[in-house]
């Protein structure tokens, strides 16, 4: 009995590591502050593709929701999809400047022309459970929630 009993226990030692290695690794969801960072730490951070889910802010607090919105950061170029459409395909224009709610703090601005020359500013502020933020450069800014994109 006590030569089953341990047979029974060494097994268990040796198949519970075994079992707990076969297990899936839970994601751990990226989380860090950009808007304080170099710029290199923000471009890697950004790069890829990114879905634009809302906007929230305004003066009146106003949430806006997005389909179909595309944004593909690529080494120093942006390229935005809307509806089908390409709104920016275009060189981004990184500027050291004193930022909005980044604590006074001087930051890298996200500068852009879309196709009808329309000047686009934003301040990368970071990334939230996976969730890159944006935010436009001014006092009554909306702050853009984008998820990463295939």
């Known amino acids: 009995m006590k030569h089953i009993l341990f047979i029974a ?3 268990c030692l040796l198949i519970t590591p075994l079992w707990f290695n076969s297990c899936k690794k839970s994601h751990t969801p990226l989380n860090i502050t950009l808007y304080d960072k170099p710029l290199s730490v923000i471009q890697q951070n950004i790069q890829g593709k990114w879905k634009l889910i809302y906007g929230k802010g305004g003066i009146a607090t106003v949430t806006q929701y ?3 919105n595309f944004w593909e950061f690529n080494d120093e ?7 089908g459409s390409v709104v920016a395909d275009t060189t981004i224009n990184w ?3 004193i930022g909005t ?3 006074g703090d001087s930051t890298f601005l996200l500068n852009f022309y879309d196709k009808v020359n329309v000047p686009w500013v934003y301040v990368v502020e970071r990334i939230y459970n996976d969730t890159l933020i944006l935010h436009d450069n001014s006092s009554d800014a909306f ?3 984008f998820i990463k994109s295939n």
């Open 101 to 103: 709610y980044t604590n």
């Open 9 to 11: 226990r060494f097994s």
């Open 77 to 83: 170029r942006i390229k935005i999809v809307g509806s």
């Open 66 to 68: 997005y389909h179909d």
């Open 95 to 97: 500027d050291y400047n």
């Open 143 to 145: 702050f853009y929630h």
